[in-house]
């Protein structure tokens, strides 16, 4: 009889529950490889219907993001969190620095930097407030503006933020699976 070790014991529960949950378990690595392959084509999709969009191209995006989120949690990989960093409005910053119980400018001084634009940003990554080991986020209930509308699946009209999708479904298993999605619920109609 062999002896299973914690790691390989919570990796068959992680196995079980996934299935249960009908979920598959998210390799980020998985995830890298699958963008690294299909990149041109979903970026090549997106600009064709940036060019020429199809009529019901919101009602489908809708339709799509229903079902990514179906299929996806965000918990599993937290990669927004890893390698971005949101833009913070003088209401985020408030809103945190009331939360944290520290004045603005200390919060200012501590975490974030103005980018070349002028917007407040994190001076590093991972984020601050990601917790590694579980991928959450320490302030989610005061989180920025943009990380609560992240990824913006349907902020607006999907030809108004192509340009965001094409820089998200890189870093984003959401967005990628909503590319994927269209590019399935439009095909031959692009």
């Given at each position: ?65 229903k079902e990514v989120w179906r299929e996806i ?118």
């Amino acid at each position: 009889m062999t002896k299973v070790t914690s790691q390989s014991g919570w990796q068959s529960f992680s196995s079980i529950f996934a299935a249960f949950m009908n979920m598959p378990i998210f390799s980020l690595h998985s995830f890298k490889m699958r963008v690294r392959h299909r990149r041109k084509a979903f970026f090549s999709f997106l600009s064709k219907i940036n060019r020429n969009p199809p009529a019901n191209l919101d009602i489908l995006a809708a339709q799509a993001d229903k079902e990514v989120w179906r299929e996806i949690d965000c918990l599993a990989c937290a990669n927004c969190c890893k390698v971005m960093t949101p833009t913070y409005t003088i209401q985020d910053i408030k809103r945190i620095a009331v939360h944290l119980e520290m004045p603005v400018a200390q919060l200012k001084k501590k975490w974030l930097k103005k980018d070349s634009t002028g917007d407040w940003i994190n001076k590093s990554t991972p984020c601050q407030f990601l917790d590694l080991k579980t991928n959450r986020c320490g302030i989610y209930e005061v989180r920025p503006v943009d990380c609560a509308g992240f990824p913006h699946l349907p902020k607006k009209k999907m030809t108004d933020y192509i340009h965001v999708h094409k820089q998200n479904m890189n870093l984003c298993p959401a967005t990628y699976k909503m590319v994927e999605k269209m590019i399935y619920k439009l095909k031959g109609k692009v």
